[in-house]
């Protein structure tokens, strides 16, 4: 088959992967806004959020909008959770060792949702019944379009928050200048308390609009934490508009691969593309105000 | 108003400041002066709740603070203006400033007026208000870390090192500022190694060496004492 023929539906899905991707990223960003931590348990609140939907829906038997509002706060709680007994006591600690505190954190709730429910990947029913769209020979899933309007919904919500409120300032104050911050009277625990509370709830939005079109299982979390974080540097740590160009763009170019490169080096692509960027830009491809104004 | 006894802190095992008492009276223009490392931001650190003490007290309108935590210190009105400026780079001069009232952010009134205020102290900064902080000039950079230290209302202002890195024209500009905000009735206190300039303005002064006081009095005799003419010769 010619391989040309395939580049419109491949770009097709490679958008819906990057809206997914960017959904992931914005949640590293918030909390790098708030703090200079990197969050490696963001890929559970993505698992968490499908996950616990579909044990709402299939076993608790409640409506699935009901069952979805429920499992993002469950998530947003476990968000607080993770800040209350993991982050806050390490408040003292170097970035080391939280990032490795995060780390754990990840494998801590992975084997905790295998144990909860069980090991078999689920998947969650699409939102809308109605069939793929046909545009000559592309078809979207009405999925696909959902996973777009969260991505842009929460690009929305976190631009509000971080430039009109008073309080998404305070956040980014407390990342970028901690003594100033303490000085001020910003209380910086609170901010990124608030900011993993938040993140967790980007993530359980992702999980949810995604698990329609992807099986969600315990260890699926790993994976997609990674491809949000890769986003969020690729587009500019640090910034909205960043992860969201970088999700796009990392979607794009990992499913056009597959036209050229056998589909099994597909992740690889983008591991490739987070080594290509560290080398060469670390700020990424929009900047990254947080990376050159930073003492790291 | 501000009272320190027997004040000591410790960097882990290691004695920063030792058995420190200092008075500040409503009005006053207080001075600390001291050589490098002699302990001068331990103590500013430590008055605004960013270091936790050994022993001694710290009392603010006769209030004892001591060991509250940061964001208690600020909103009683002891305001601290740190060594190297620490603003935030990447927000806007306008969002510099208001968060420096971000314990008052319910007075909307109030916040006006600050901003009306150190409009009118620093006229550079309302011309800059839009751009992003990271982006002013070192002197710039400094008024804005005084302006927005000015929209806590401070009932006493605690400068470290406020000269640190400056052209001599922005120092004395600075220190013009200082005064007149002293004049309209702020109590100060100014850690400094500007020695001359910084007693020219204060009432009083400290000298503090590796971590004692070792003298005090009115602004003009420390000027003439054997102490700050030994520290200046060096
Ligand atoms: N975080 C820290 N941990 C351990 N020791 C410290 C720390 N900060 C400062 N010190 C030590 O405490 C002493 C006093 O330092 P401090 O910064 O208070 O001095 P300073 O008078 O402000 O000096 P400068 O004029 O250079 O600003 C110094 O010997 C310094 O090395
Ligand atoms: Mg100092």
Known sequence: MDIWATIPQLLTSGITFGAIYALVGLGFVTIARASQIINFAQGEFVMLGGMITFFLLNKIHLPYPLAALLAILIVVLIGFLLHLLVIYPLRKASLPILLMATLGASLFLSSASALFFGTLPKALPPFSARAPFEIGNISISPQSLWVLVAAFLTLFSLYLLSHRLLLGKAMEASSTDPLGADLTGISRNLMIFLAFGVSAGIGSVAGIFITPIFYVSYYSGTLIGLKGFIAAVLGGWGKHSGAILGGFALGVVESLSVAFIPSGYKDGVAFAILLLILYFRPKGILGSPFIDSRRW | ?234
């Open chain 2, 1 to 234: 108003m501000f009272k320190i006894k027997k004040l000591t802190v410790h960097y882990g095992p290691l004695p920063a400041l030792k058995e420190i008492s200092l008075e500040i009276g409503r009005g006053e223009t207080v001075a600390l002066i001291g050589p490098n490392r002699a302990g001068k931001t331990t103590l500013l650190l430590t008055l605004s709740g960013i270091l936790q003490t050994t022993e001694g007290r710290i009392y603010f309108e006769e209030e004892d603070i001591t060991n509250l935590n940061s964001h208690q210190i600020v909103s009683k009105g002891l305001i601290h203006i740190p060594q190297g400026r620490h603003i935030f780079p990447t927000l806007s001069v306008l969002d510099n400033l208001l968060l420096g009232a971000y314990t008052k952010r319910k007075e909307k009134e109030g916040i006006e007026k600050g901003l009306e205020g150190v409009y009118r102290l620093f006229p550079k900064l309302s011309e800059r208000k839009e751009q992003r902080a990271g982006t002013l000039s070192g002197g710039e950079q400094q008024m804005l870390a005084i302006g927005r230290g000015l929209m806590g209302r401070p009932k006493l202002l605690m400068l470290d090192e406020p000269s640190l890195g400056l052209a001599p024209r922005f120092i004395e500009e600075i220190f013009a500022t200082l005064k007149k905000m002293n004049q309209n009735g702020l109590t100060l206190f100014i850690v400094e190694q500007e020695i001359h300039l910084t007693l020219s303005i204060s009432h009083r002064g400290y000298l503090l060496k590796n971590g004692r006081l070792i003298r005090e009095g009115p602004a003009s005799a420390l000027l003439e004492s054997q102490e700050i003419k030994d520290l200046v010769s060096i």
